[in-house]
């Protein structure tokens, strides 16, 4: 027998795998999340499970010490399986149910940590930060109900001249030039007799034609329905839209399946260039998409026919994954994507599952590293449509800002790291329940007091946590503005195995197999991370002649910085030193933009224009961003007039 079963615990669900099968891959089988940060090359130690029945065939690892080996602790990703086995995994190494930024708001989830990650985080409503713009309703698939007068031999125009005819006489569509395909045709004369002349044609803009993309008989005009999807790498939300009335029926999200393979881009991106791995990738966005549409059409009780199109928003990569085109050129020097805007596809062709023969978009990318989910949120934001100055920044693992007005906008982006998402840290965690986000430090005595998401038992600090933690640790003299601790009679402040830390939560009362803390490298990297985001933005500031000053309106999008401090985050010297009343959060600005897309033609020329204006700096070899990025290495910054209200 060449199978062999795994019983993964809290759990209790088994699985018969190949013998040979990691344990990694075996929970991602059975819909079972374990942390993979470096997407099983068995180099980041998240994936620590504990094999408490069997043994196992491993690689020898020095991310566990020989007593976690003494109690079975093994690496997930490098555990081959080929006997029964039982499998603890301990709640850190599993990833909760994050907090999805479904909207303008985020909220976390208050399911328990043992719940499948790929389950579908319910419904968050709309939130009130996004401008709400209005474009001209003219959905990416459009409905028109026609009562054809019958042919005479007086009137004696084919079926198809005749639905054009009707199309331009009665609604004064401009249709050409227009395309209908052959097994539409085919259908036609029969549909058209069977239902007394009368006759459903949905059409769609298809790369500067106008398909007529379905004839249904008889008026189902009402029922028409689009997706608005944001492919985070992290996260992918969907939003169920009515194309008719333009109201949004409800709100999805979900964790990127792709996680599995990596954490980030980069990760992603090489393992597509395995054997098989752009497939695979392919597979698990189109599956979270399918899911995610399937969900809501379920319980909106609309039928998978009646939605006609779909509009993605996504990073560069995450749009060359959805529609299965090789990345591996968006790495390699000078950088260049295989396309920047794609065309417009039937959603069949990458296997989303809508109306056989609906349509599927992507929002149009700037370069390789300034995507659609950018271009879609600055659309939202309005700063297009402007005179005033402003800046708007989505942070991630990379951060993108774009600054500029009605008349011109630069862009540009910088690699942050996996910090802010709780990688590379040693008490680092996504924004999950449990996770602490809040942190106050006495003065005195050194003893924090942290508030968690969920108010669940702690296992980790995420990003927003980070940028508190170190902000109070430098308001409380625990780092000085370098960063380095210094030590100190708190039995808080220790020396472990990589120098100095400071422990947040004793492990009594956490929910992880260790202290909570904070070393002197994870200050390190957060302190890199805060600086790139800085260098960057003071770069493109510089680069196109302004001041930090001039800036009037200050945009934060995307997951992390919707939770962003402000006051702390310019304590750390993060952002800008400017007034509150100048900071403006966008929510999930992806999504919001997708939307728009999804429902007006005309905000689509609008996001053409956005992504044809942007100019892109390419920071990765440019001097002043090195020796903005050095400066930016203090807490604040070596230049404390940039940093006036701090005084
Ligand atoms: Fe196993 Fe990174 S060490 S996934």
């Known amino acids: 027998m060449n199978k062999a079963n795994i019983t993964f615990f809290p759990d209790n669900k088994t699985i018969a795998v190949v013998k040979g099968t990691t344990i990694l891959e075996a929970a991602k089988e059975l819909g079972i999340y374990i942390q993979s940060v470096c997407g099983g090359d068995g180099v980041c130690g998240k994936c620590r499970v504990i094999v408490r029945k069997g043994t196992v ?3 020898p690892t020095g991310l566990l010490n020989p007593e976690e080996k003494d109690e079975g602790f093994v690496l997930g990703c490098e555990a081959k399986v080929f006997e029964d086995i039982e499998v603890a995994i301990p709640p850190e190494s599993r990833a909760g149910i994050e907090s999805i930024l479904l909207d303008g708001k985020k909220t976390p989830a208050t399911s328990s940590s043992g719940l499948d990650i790929y389950s579908i985080v319910e419904t968050i409503q709309s939130g009130d930060l996004i401008e709400e713009k209005i474009f001209h309703h003219s959905p990416l698939a459009t409905k028109v109900f026609l009562k054809l007068p019958p042919p005479t031999l007086q009137d004696a125009l084919s079926d198809l001249e005749r639905i054009y005819r009707e199309l331009k006489r009665i609604h004064h569509y401009e249709l050409s030039p227009v395309q209908t395909g052959l097994a539409n045709i085919k259908k036609l004369g029969r549909l058209l007799r069977d239902h007394n002349w009368e006759v459903t044609v949905t059409f769609g803009k298809r790369n ?33 839209v009515d194309l008719v009335n333009e109201q949004t029926l409800g709100t999805k999200g979900t964790f990127n399946k792709q996680i599995s393979h990596g954490d980030d881009v980069i990760t992603r991106i090489i393992f597509a260039s395995e054997k098989e791995g ?49 990345p591996s050129y968006i790495r390699k020097e000078p950088y260049i994507p295989t396309a920047n805007e794609v065309p417009v596809i039937r959603a069949a062709e990458v296997g989303i599952k809508i109306h056989p023969r609906g349509l599927l978009a992507c929002a ?26 402003a800046l708007y920044i989505d942070m991630g693992t990379n951060g993108e800002m774009v600054l500029g007005n009605k008349d011109w906008l630069a862009c540009c982006a910088c690699s942050v790291g996996p910090a802010f998402e709780g990688s590379g840290i040693k008490s680092g965690t996504r924004a999950v329940q449990g996770a602490i986000q809040k942190i106050k430090i006495n003065k005195e005595t050194f003893e924090p007091v942290v508030e968690t998401i969920g108010h669940a038992k702690p296992r980790g600090i995420c990003g927003s ?32 195995e990589e120098g100095l830390e ?37 770069t493109l500031l ?28 310019i304590e750390l010297g993060m952002i800008p030193d400017l007034p509150a009343e100048k900071f403006h959060y966008i929510g999930n600005g992806s999504v919001a933009g997708a939307r728009h897309l999804l429902l ?7 996001v053409r224009e956005i992504a044809n204006k942007m100019t892109y700096m390419e920071l990765s070899d440019d001097n002043t961003f090195h020796e903005e990025f050095i400066s930016a290495l203090f807490l604040p910054h070596t230049d404390l007039t940039l940093f006036p209200s701090l005084k």
């Not at 392919?282 to 779909?310: P, Q, R």
């Not at 946590?465 to 030590?487: C, H, P, Q, Y």
């Not at 200050?554 to 402000?566: E, P, Q, V, W």
């Open 57 to 59: 065939q491993t690689e």
């Open 208 to 240: 500067g034609t106008t398909e007529l993309i379905l004839f249904e008989g008889g008026n189902t005009s009402a029922k028409n329905y689009g997706v608005a999807v944001d492919i985070g790498t992290t996260t992918v939300v969907a939003h169920l």
């Open 278 to 326: 752009l497939a695979k990738l392919n597979l698990a966005v189109t599956e979270n998409i399918n899911n995610l549409i399937s969900s809501l059409a379920e319980e909106h009780h609309i039928k998978l026919e009646d939605i006609t199109a779909v509009m993605c928003a996504g990073n560069t990569t995450m749009t060359h994954l959805v529609l299965n085109i090789d």
């Open 364 to 389: 149009p990318a700037v370069s390789s590293y300034v995507g659609g989910d950018v271009t879609a949120g600055v659309l939202v934001s309005g700063m297009a449509e402007k005179d005033e100055l």
């Open 465 to 496: 946590g980070l940028v508190d933690l170190l902000a109070e640790m430098k308001r409380v003299g625990i780092i000085n503005r370098a960063g380095k601790m210094t030590e100190s009679p708190s039995p808080r402040i220790r020396t472990g």
């Open 502 to 538: 400071y422990v947040v939560v004793w492990k009594k009362d956490a929910e992880t197999k260790d202290d909570i803390m904070i070393t002197q490298s994870d200050i390190n990297h957060i302190i890199r991370s805060k600086a790139a985001i800085f260098a960057a933005t003071r």
């Open 542 to 569: 510089k680069k196109m002649g302004y001041r930090v000053e001039d800036v009037q309106k200050f945009y934060i999008a995307g997951g992390f910085g919707n939770f962003l401090d402000i006051p702390k985050s």
């Open 600 to 606: 007006s033609y005309a905000a689509t020329h609008k």
